[in-house]
C-alpha cells in the first residue's frame, strides 16, 4: 500500500442539515466517527478540513489534525486543493476526500481508492462504482452512471442510463435487467495533489455543465480516471434527519449485538 493522505472536509453551513458535523451519534460528533474510520485505513496521514472554529474546536479536542480553509469554495474539491497547497504535498502524492458527512464509511472503501491510483501512474484520479441490478436505480437521474474502458478506466459519467441496449431496449425500456453490465457511480475520490492544483484553475467544462457532474472536467481535460469497482452496496452518507436516525440506529443496533 501506498502511501497516501485522507482529507474529511467538514462544512457547518450544509443546507439541508445546518451543524451536521457536530451532530451526536453515539455519544461522538459524527466527524469523529469519520474521523475514526479514516484511522482504520492505510493512510499516513488524517487532516479535517474546516471553515469554522465550532468544528475546528471539536475535532482539535478528540486530537485531530485540522486545516483551516476559507469559506468560499464552490466545492470539496476546491477545498482539498487548498488544503494540499496549504500542507505543501509532492505533486504524487495520493489524496483521497473523505466527506465528513460518511461515519458509516468502511477503511477497506479509503484504502481501495487510495490503492487504484497508485496502481496506474497514468492517472490522475480514481474512484468508484457498483454494479446496478435494478431498472429505476438505472433510469433514476440522481443516480449517476459510470462506462469504463477494458483497464477500468473512465470512459464517461451521466445520469442518463448508460450505456444503452439498442437492440432490447428499441421499442421500450426494459422491466428487469438481464446482466450487470451498469455501474453505478459511488462519490469517494482519490486524488494526485498535482492535478489539485491544476483542477482548480480551470473554468467548468461543457460538459459538466450539462449533467451537473464536476468529474467530466477532469475528463474533458483529458486526465485519466481509474475506477474500482465493489462488489457490495457502501452504506449512504448523512444528508437528511432521515439519514441521521439510520446511522443512529446503526449504532444502537450494533451495540446491542
Given amino acids: 500500500m501506498s502511501d497516501f493522505v485522507v482529507v474529511i472536509p467538514a462544512r457547518f453551513g450544509s443546507s439541508r442539515l445546518p451543524g451536521k458535523p457536530l451532530m451526536d451519534i453515539d455519544g ?8 475514526l474510520r479514516a484511522r482504520e485505513s492505510s493512510a499516513s496521514r488524517i487532516v479535517i478540513a474546516t471553515d469554522d472554529a465550532r468544528i475546528e474546536q471539536a475535532a482539535r479536542g478528540f486530537g485531530a489534525e485540522v486545516v483551516m480553509t ?19 504535498l509532492p505533486d504524487e502524492t495520493i ?18 481508492v487510495a490503492t487504484r491510483l497508485a496502481s496506474d501512474a497514468r492517472a490522475s484520479v480514481s474512484t468508484l462504482a457498483e454494479p446496478i441490478h435494478d431498472v429505476d436505480t438505472l433510469f433514476n437521474p440522481n443516480v449517476v452512471k459510470v462506462v469504463t474502458d477494458l483497464s477500468g478506466r473512465a470512459l464517461y459519467f451521466s445520469r442518463a442510463p448508460i450505456p444503452w441496449d439498442r437492440n432490447a431496449w428499441k421499442t421500450q425500456p426494459p422491466t428487469r435487467l ?16 498535482g492535478f489539485l492544483g491544476d483542477y482548480v484553475n480551470w473554468q467548468p467544462a461543457p460538459l459538466e455543465q450539462l449533467e451537473q457532474l464536476e468529474q467530466l472536467r477532469a475528463l474533458q481535460h483529458g486526465h485519466l480516471i481509474q475506477v474500482a469497482t465493489v462488489s457490495s452496496s457502501l452504506p449512504g452518507g448523512v444528508d437528511t434527519l432521515e439519514d441521521l436516525e439510520r446511522v443512529r440506529q446503526h449504532f444502537s443496533q450494533r451495540e446491542k449485538a
Fill in 178 to 193: 438481464e446482466t450487470d453490465s451498469w455501474l453505478r457511480h459511488v462519490g469517494l475520490y482519490a486524488y494526485r495533489a
Fill in 95 to 112: 489524496v483521497v476526500n473523505v466527506q465528513g458527512d460518511e461515519p458509516l464509511l468502511p477503511a477497506s472503501a479509503i484504502d481501495l
Fill in 70 to 88: 476559507r469559506d468560499d469554495h464552490h466545492s470539496g474539491t476546491d477545498r482539498l486543493a487548498e488544503v494540499s497547497a496549504k500542507l505543501a
Fill in 28 to 35: 461522538l460528533p459524527m466527524v469523529q466517527h469519520v474521523w
